[in-house]
Every structure is written in C-alpha cells, then in structure tokens.
C-alpha cells in the first residue's frame, strides 16, 4: 500500500537558519504530493502541492520539488522565522487508492529568535 | 474562508461511557467529511469517509460498531465512539472537502480524547 516516511523531529532550528525536511513516498499509481502545516491549536492547512513529477509547489517561502526518481518531496526554506515553528506533515494523494490522503508522522519544528 | 470547527477540543471520560465529536463546516457546504485518528508522534489514519446522507464508509480494520458516524447535514458531521475504553483515547481529526472526489481538504484542529 502507499506509505509516505518523512524525518523525525522535533527540528529546532535559529531564525534565518536553512530548514530542509525530507519526505519520501510510495505509491501504487501517480500520486499528488502535498505539505501541510498545523500550527499550535489550529488545523492542518495545506501548505503547497505538486500533482506531477518535476513540478514545483511553493508558499510562504517554502518549496518542495516532486521528484519521481527518488520518490521524494523534500520541503525547503531558506529563511526560517520564529513564526514557521509548527509540525509539518507530507502526504500523498493517490487516485489508485481511492483518493485518500496518506501521511507522513509528522516533523515538529522550533525556531528560536 | 473553507474553515472546519470541531467540538470539544478535549474530552475526558470515564471508560464504557460514549463520546460524541463534532464536525462542522462553517462557511461552506462540505459534501465529503473525512475521520482521522492521530496517535502520539505518529501519522493521521483515515478511519472513514463519510458523504452528506449516505452511509460513511469504514478503512479495514476501524470497527464501524464502535466509531459511529453520522452526517446528516452539509454542514456537520459526528463521531461518537461508543463504550469507550482507554486504548481509544487518541487525537481525531476532521476533515471537509466540497465535493466528492475533491482533491483539498480543509481540516479541523482536532479533538482529544481520553478515557479513564
């Protein structure tokens, strides 16, 4: 069945500092990829997607590239600010499977002033 | 706009009692809704999906007997999980989207349960 694995965390990182977070998948069909962000008390809210490969999705300074040859959707920023700390969760979306989302576990990260 | 409600936030129980969890749409019409279980530091696992006046249908393994869904509603869907027991305590989320098929999601913040 699909499975996404994304790094554990918590990722405690100082303001203007590089997050990277790694995420890789497997899918039975062509997945969409997703990142979404659920920060302190509120709900998951989708961050950015890309629904094919070598596409990029990117918001709020973040990216992420799908790359079907590494079956991965690594989530970059180049500069973090202590309003990015949240948990992170990659997911993918397979039309195979029924159209269900699939997580990751999720990667907590702290920025520090 | 597209924002989803959940209630409670937190519920404590004693265990063979029954919960009911709430889940609203507030501004829009939520066609499907979606039930996720969340353990500690893991992922979310779908348990159901529920479209408005059908029957919600159920992942392998999650016991329909136990996790009741009811959406009666375009606007609100339930979960009760009934004669709870410790091992059901956990984190739900709720989730909506505006049309069967629809590839967003709009998520509630989740509801923690705990039984006793």
């Known amino acids: 069945g699909d499975s996404v694995t994304q790094m554990e965390g918590p990722v405690t990182l100082s303001e203007e500092a590089f997050l990277t977070i790694n995420c890789t998948y497997t899918a039975t069909g062509y997945p969409s990829l997703f990142w979404y962000v659920q920060y302190p008390g509120e709900g998951l809210q989708l961050l950015l997607k890309?629904?094919?490969?070598?596409d990029k999705g990117s918001n709020k300074g973040f990216e992420a590239t799908y790359r079907k040859e590494t079956t991965s959707f690594h989530l970059e920023k180049g500069s973090v600010q202590v309003s990015d700390s949240a948990v992170y969760f990659c997911a993918l979306r397979d039309k195979a499977a029924g159209n269900k989302l699939t997580f990751g576990g999720g990667t907590r990260v702290l920025v520090k002033p | 706009g597209a924002v989803v409600s959940q209630h409670p936030s937190w519920v404590i129980c004693k265990s063979g009692t029954s919960v009911k969890i709430e889940c609203r749409s507030l501004d829009f019409q939520a066609t499907t809704m979606f039930w996720y279980r969340q353990f500690p530091k893991q992922s979310l696992m779908l348990m159901a999906t529920?479209?408005?006046?059908?029957?919600?249908?159920?992942e392998q393994g999650v016991e329909k007997d136990k996790f009741l869904i009811n959406h009666a509603s375009l606007t609100l869907s339930t979960l009760t999980v009934t004669s709870a027991h410790p091992e059901d305590s956990s984190f739900y989320i709720c989730?909506?989207?505006?049309?069967?098929?629809?590839?967003?999601?709009?998520f509630g913040p989740g509801t923690r349960l705990t039984v006793l």
């Open positions: 989730s909506a989207s505006k049309w069967q098929g629809a590839a967003e999601q709009f």
């Open positions: 890309a629904t094919k490969a070598d």
């Open positions: 529920s479209n408005e006046g059908s029957k919600a249908t159920y």
